[in-house]
């Protein structure tokens, strides 16, 4: 209950405090973060469900499949195409700054996932909330963007990105 706690006031809430500073640097980060993640989760989710066979983390989440892995790229990189056209946030962005973005959507978001995976199981718990309940719970839709608005803070922040 005390690592909950801690967990819940330490990172959470400071990761939120750090959404809320990307959105006064750039809404289009909040934008574009969103809808990379949701490109990431959905393709992962649909296409390794249908291809999945080489299973990565069994113990901790044991649907994740590296072809999940694959098609979530490949979600991220269609998001980012539209965000090069269609929504023009990414329009006047060079390709190392792509690739970083891609990179950063990728890792972080993935890992923000398999972390709260991994605390669920510790938890002995199916979801966080019973909102979505077998889907995760609510926490489960923004796990990922939890733990990528540190480092995307810091990449706003340098200039590296948008």
Request: net charge positive.
């Amino acid at each position: 209950l005390s690592f909950l706690w801690l967990f819940s006031s330490g990172f959470l809430i400071s990761s939120a405090v750090l959404l809320i500073k990307i959105r006064e640097i750039n809404l289009n980060a909040i934008i574009l973060i969103l809808l990379l993640l949701q490109f990431n989760d959905a393709f992962a989710y649909l296409f390794g469900k249908k291809f999945g066979k080489t299973y990565l983390f069994p113990t901790i989440s044991p649907n994740k499949s590296l072809e999940g892995y694959i098609f979530g790229g490949l979600g991220i990189a269609i998001g980012m195409t539209l965000l090069h056209t269609y929504i023009p946030i990414l329009s006047e962005r060079s390709w190392t700054q792509d690739l970083l973005i891609f990179s950063t959507i990728l890792i972080f978001g993935n890992v923000g996932d398999l972390m709260m995976s991994s605390l669920k199981r510790k938890l002995e718990i199916k979801d966080f909330s019973q909102i979505l309940p077998g889907h995760g719970g609510m926490l489960d839709r923004f796990d990922n963007t939890f733990f990528i608005a540190p480092v995307f803070y810091l990449l706003l922040n340098h200039h590296l990105v948008l």
